[in-house]
């Protein structure tokens, strides 16, 4: 039982670092999503940077719960996003991401390590 409800506890820490994440795109903090996403690249970083300066009424939402499963000091999480926004070149936009990522621990708590498209 014990072990059950450390790996409850684990889950909960990398399904609020997941929910982060969605609340850093939310309100168009980069700072966050690199504390969140220490390794993201350089070009990823970019490409927030962009979207953030270009779409307006921006917002990003969890859909549903994260399917998270733990391997000791790293955990798979694949979740799906809504993201909703305005364009200047293709006007009003609402697109859903299935991401894949494979998370870290660090120190008490857990960092993204990689992003991918889900399935």
Known sequence: AEAAAAEAAEIARVRSVVEQYVRAINSKRVDDLRSVFPSMEPRVREGFETMFSRVSDLTAQLIGEPTITLHGSTADAQFTYELKGRDPSRGT????????????????GWVFERIGAGQ
């Open 93 to 108: 936009f609402s697109n859903r991401s299935t991401v894949r990522a494979l998370l870290q621990r660090a120190g008490q």
